[in-house]
């Protein structure tokens, strides 16, 4: 009886996702939990497994296509059934393939882009992984498309090479466009030659209609090298066709010369000459790229979004580090770093400012009775937000761990769809690539976000005296729409002096 595989549950959030990558093609045993298929949302990629062992007997929605929650992707049959099917067409089909064409046949294949989801118009020619001429094995990757949800990859249909590429890396591609012509065979041997010897070629078998003259290839190279009138020379070619000797006469009389333009007024001065060279390179945003692009500047404007800045001494605790920072490592086995400070600090901040802890759904303001704080974390792909979940139950090396624990997954890409759903306040921390001070930007549907930023020495007044002090800028950016700015100055302010007196996180004070 066959089982039919389905995609998962997305959260509310998620509406849809693209078949990424099918790792089993129809006729392949599969075991039981062995990963079969690939999910795409906008922030995380999910793995699909096998319910039960089996063997694939039909895929449903094919890679690229758009997939809703608990959709059916593909069917799962008895084990060997399809396999057996299959291995029996391939005996059927192998004599009939040695009849239609021998080894190394030629035979040419268009290379097509892979059908895009209606929701994706277009996408980029990533990279080609191989190049004209250079051999090739059957459904060894050929190129990459990207598209703003995800990058796709081009197979060899067959044995063989490329003998043609027509869409170069950078170029806009739509569904099912052309990329390349493929020919089955042995590499290289239906290459074509170089592209210098084509172009040699082109420019001695073809001639050139230049006004009502036209010129023989030879000819024309022999006009362009000593910049004749080509109407000012006559040919003896058939139909009047302008030959090289044609030509050779035309310069020895001296004749053809065209006319020089009459003097132009005096030119501007020049530039000044630049010395070395000045390369540039330009390349095309990548659709990843453009959709965060996209987001930022949608969140900038559906929001009244405002910053408000104030600065921390952060002396007690980079005191506190200092003084166990080998005791808390043997204790709990992970480091004591400063986001677990600031993490705590923001949870009781939160507590006493229940407006910064809200978020807006339509025209409802939503009031969340627990705290949980998105950390920002920076991966090769793109920022993506973690949620730590009821931080005000979590102790500072809970949060410590979580935190480490979510940087190494986010960057392996790991991360479940569902640890970054859910949060309702973020913290951001550029300090650690050295910023000074920015506006972070909201994270919708949350109003409120803290932005860390570089410890620097400073001189500070403390007690009628000059000292220095390792002092740390903050920003929170808020929503005016829900938060007023008395509420978002008060709230930072909280978050400073407990940072400023730690034992307040104790006391509750």
Do not use: C
Not at 53 to 62: D, Q, V, W
Not at 351 to 374: C, E, L, M, T, W
Not at 409 to 429: P, V
Request: net charge negative.
């Amino acid at each position: 009886m066959a089982t039919e595989i389905k995609a998962p549950t997305f959260p509310e959030s998620v509406a849809e996702g693209s078949v990424a990558a099918w790792h089993k093609q129809p006729g392949d045993s599969v075991e039981r939990d062995e990963l079969i298929v690939e999910i795409e949302t906008d922030k995380v990629v999910l793995e699909v497994l096998a319910p039960e062992a089996g063997t694939l007997s039909e895929i449903k929605a094919e890679e690229g296509d758009t997939v809703a929650s608990e959709q059916v992707l593909g069917t799962l049959g008895a084990a060997g059934a399809k396999a057996e099917a299959k291995s029996e067409a391939k005996e059927d089909a192998a004599p009939a393939a040695k009849a239609e064409a021998p080894a190394a046949s030629g035979q040419q294949h268009e290379v097509k882009a892979p059908t895009f989801p209606e929701s994706i118009q277009e996408g980029t020619v990533a990279s080609w992984s191989k190049q004209v001429g250079e051999a090739v094995k059957r459904d060894e990757v050929l190129a990459e498309i990207e598209t703003d949800k995800v990058v796709l990859e081009v197979v060899a249909p067959a044995d063989g090479a490329l003998v043609e590429i027509k869409a170069e890396e950078g170029s806009q591609v739509a569904s099912e466009a052309v990329l390349a012509i493929f020919a089955e065979g042995a590499g290289g041997a239906a290459a074509p030659a170089p592209a210098e010897a084509k172009s040699e070629a082109a420019d001695e078998g073809a001639d050139e209609k230049v006004g009502d003259k036209i010129l023989a290839p030879a000819a024309r190279k022999l006009v362009a090298e000593h910049d004749l009138d080509v109407a000012k020379i006559d040919g003896t070619g058939k139909g009047g066709r302008i030959l090289k000797e044609d030509v050779q006469r035309a310069i020895q009389a001296g004749n053809a010369k065209k006319a020089k333009a009459a003097a132009a007024p005096a030119a501007p001065a020049a530039a000044p000459v630049v010395e070395g060279e000045r390369p540039e390179k330009r390349v095309p945003m990548s659709r990843l790229r453009q959709t965060i692009a996209k987001r930022l500047v949608q969140a900038q404007q559906t929001a009244a979004m405002l910053t408000t800045y104030n600065e921390v001494d952060m002396s007690a605790v980079m005191g506190l580090r200092a003084q166990y920072k080998d005791t808390f490592l043997k204790a709990h086995d992970t480091k004591l770093g400063f986001m677990g400070f600031f993490v705590k600090a923001a949870t009781e901040a939160l507590k006493r400012f229940p407006d910064v802890n809200a978020s807006i759904d339509g025209s409802d303001i939503v009031y969340h009775g627990y705290q949980d704080i998105g950390v920002a974390v920076s991966t090769p792909r793109g920022l993506v937000v973690p949620v730590l979940r009821d931080t005000a139950t979590m102790s500072l090396a809970d949060v410590e761990k979580g935190i480490v624990d979510f940087g190494k997954r986010a960057r392996d890409g790991k991360l479940g769809i569902d640890e970054m759903q859910g949060g309702t306040f973020t913290i951001t921390n550029g300090g650690i690539f050295g910023s000074l001070m920015s506006t972070p930007i909201l994270n919708p549907p949350q109003t409120a976000i803290l932005g860390m930023h570089k410890i620097q020495e400073r001189p500070m007044a403390v007690n009628g005296k000059v000292e220095i002090r390792p002092m740390m800028y903050l920003a929170l950016s808020y929503d005016h729409r829900m938060i007023d700015g008395k509420d978002a100055v008060q709230f930072l302010v909280a978050v400073k002096d407990l940072l400023e007196d730690p034992a307040r996180l104790l006391l509750d004070v």
